[in-house]
């Protein structure tokens, strides 16, 4: 039995709610994002979970941020899954917890993405 509280801890970069980012203020959305990593690679209790779902899609890319640097994990090289759904896989130096960057789960998510993802969730742990 995995306990999803407990174990696992889901997050986007961008904490302002709309239904398409697109539609948000540029500069105010860099901002956001760039305070909400600071908050992540500043406390440790982000870094206590053995499993972290960053859903941001590409932000980390287009606003030049490093997922391994605010998590403290590194990116085994390789993309999965297809264009829009994708998922990268990171590991810390111990190999004792994982993250998993992939897409916004809020819409247009396949149930292949999310089997998939689930798959390596469980052979993880």
């Keep these: 039995m995995i306990n999803f509280h407990e174990n696992i801890f889901i ?15 540029k500069e105010l959305r860099a901002e956001g994002v760039a305070r909400r990593a600071k908050m992540f690679s500043s406390l440790e209790f982000f870094r206590h979970f053995p499993v972290i779902i960053l859903a941001c899609g590409h932000y980390p890319k287009m606003l030049e941020l490093s997922i ?13 899954g297809e264009k829009q ?6 590991y810390s130096k111990d190999r004792k917890r994982i993250l998993v ?11 292949k993405l999310i089997d998939s993802i689930a798959a390596e969730i469980k052979l993880f742990i």
């Design 11 to 25: 997050t986007e970069l961008n904490q302002i709610p709309s239904a398409f980012s697109w539609h948000q203020d």
């Design 68 to 80: 391994e640097e605010i998590f403290d994990v590194e990116w085994d090289k390789e993309t999965r």
């Design 101 to 111: 960057h992939t897409r916004q789960m809020s819409m247009a998510v396949t149930n």
């Design 85 to 90: 759904q994708f998922y990268n896989l990171h």
